[in-house]
């Protein structure tokens, strides 16, 4: 016997960190995934739709700069209130001062967006220098 296909079931496959179409309950296309490592949800009447949402809103997310977080002491404070919940109070504690003595007096003032690996290479060698201890100084890269 042959078997018949319907060719509205075939689905296509997308890449891994694309997101997720589909059609909710009530008729409308939503749109799951990642932009800029935040979890966004678009809804929209069809699926094109829903699509030009997704891309307004990664065009949107990409070219906003980053207000309260555009230096290194800014998102290293934000970051450090949006992880104290999750940790233990030493935990917290320990990365609060190596942010604290080490991070934002050396690159506090550093626009994120002129962050760079040599910069953070630079301060490595420098605590180095300095007599930090090896394991001092990866917990330095860690928190950053």
């Known amino acids: ?3 018949l296909e319907s060719r509205t079931t075939k689905k296509r496959r997308t890449t891994r960190g694309d997101g997720q179409f589909r059609q909710r309950a009530d008729g409308r296309w939503e749109w799951r995934g990642r932009i800029g490592g935040r979890r966004i949800s678009v809804y929209g009447l069809t699926e094109s ?6 891309d307004r809103r990664r065009r949107e997310l990409e070219l906003a700069p980053a207000q309260d977080r555009s230096t290194v002491a800014g998102l290293m404070k934000e ?10 109070p ?20 550093t626009r994120l967006g002129e ?6 290479e630079q301060l490595r060698d420098k605590k180095l220098r300095a ?14």
């Not at 030493?90 to 003032?109: D, V």
């Open 1 to 3: 016997m042959e078997r």
């Open 49 to 54: 739709d829903c699509r030009q949402k997704r």
């Open 79 to 88: 970051w450090l209130a949006a992880v104290r919940p999750k940790l233990r």
């Open 90 to 109: 030493r935990t917290y504690e320990f990365y609060e001062s190596i942010a604290r003595l080490y991070i934002i007096p050396e690159l506090g003032e």
């Open 115 to 120: 962050l760079t690996a040599a910069r953070v």
């Open 131 to 144: 007599g930090l201890s090896p394991s001092t100084i990866m917990h330095i890269r860690t928190v950053l």
